[in-house]
């Protein structure tokens, strides 16, 4: 990347003045040094990825991929120097090509520019689109070097799936039919993309807490015995997992209260 720019920021020309949109809808001044106002500018990215991927048909592990990819990014890196929304694009384009579900870069501008400027129409090919373009794929190799190339990421969502399989055939068919357990586990773990916490915690420990959290708030209770019904089914989580999981899920409800 040496050759085309110092971070991801280097476009020039119309390309620039694409992003500067971006910045201005998404506010994100580009000179932050707050911790706390980079919180905010992080999840609101992070809603732009899902958001933008639901729009491109994408489906939920490949745009969990996409956040992954933008917060390991970000990790040790500053959104002052590096253009978190062209990271977001670049990593949803990459994130495509990691879960087999090719993305046309061509379909992530647009609907990325759409995004934003929800009245305008698609954006020409001209030079603006072009320079666009080329900075999502350089970026995308500039994610990758970042990374040392460590792209593979195991996500809690086999893992809850075999979970309510399992705690399903724990309760009684009709409690189960009436609560909507699984839709909230489901979108609880959803919504731990949106900050760090998809990368600090095991992803085991993250379903199983999405999982407690969601029979926890509809009242649903397994039968007991010797051991935890989450002791059974994960064997290394402990209480104290959990808890810290759910604590950085209701920071995340929190923050997107002071992000409307």
């Keep these: 990347m040496e050759g085309t720019s110092q971070h991801a920021g280097g476009m020039e020309g119309s390309s620039r003045l694409a992003v500067a949109g971006m910045r201005a809808a998404g506010n994100w001044d580009g000179e932050t040094t707050d911790p706390a106002r980079d919180t905010k500018t992080h999840f ?8 933008t991927g639901v729009k491109l048909g994408m489906r939920s592990v490949p745009v969990a991929s996409a956040c992954v990819l933008y917060h390991r990014f970000f990790q040790c890196l500053s ?6 929304y062209l990271v977001a694009m ?35 090919c001209n030079s603006e689109f072009w320079d666009l373009r080329d900075s999502v794929v350089q970026c995308e190799l500039l994610v990758l070097r970042q990374l040392n190339f460590h ?18 055939a724990m309760v009684n068919r009709h409690a189960w039919s009436r609560t909507p357990v699984a839709e909230t586990a489901w979108a609880l773990l959803r919504d731990c993309y949106h900050g760090p916490m998809c990368i600090r915690h095991e992803p085991q420990h993250i379903a199983i807490a999405t999982l407690y959290l969601a029979l926890l708030s509809y009242g649903v209770e397994l039968p007991t015995g010797g051991r935890e019904w989450w002791q059974v089914l994960c064997e290394d989580v ?4 959990i808890d810290a999981v759910i604590s950085d899920l209701l920071q995340l409800y929190d923050l997107e209260a002071k992000c409307i």
Excluded: W
């Design 238 to 241: 402990t209480r104290a997992h």
């Design 79 to 84: 959104v002052s120097v590096y253009e978190p």
């Design 44 to 51: 609101r990215v992070c809603r732009f990825i899902m958001e």
């Design 151 to 168: 792209v593979s990421f195991k996500h809690p969502h086999k893992f809850l799936l075999h979970f309510l399989l399992s705690v399903k």
């Design 90 to 124: 670049s990593s949803l384009y990459l994130a495509g090509k990691l879960e087999e579900q090719h993305l046309r870069t061509r379909d992530i501008i647009n609907v990325s520019h759409r995004y934003f400027h929800s009245s305008s129409a698609p954006l020409d």
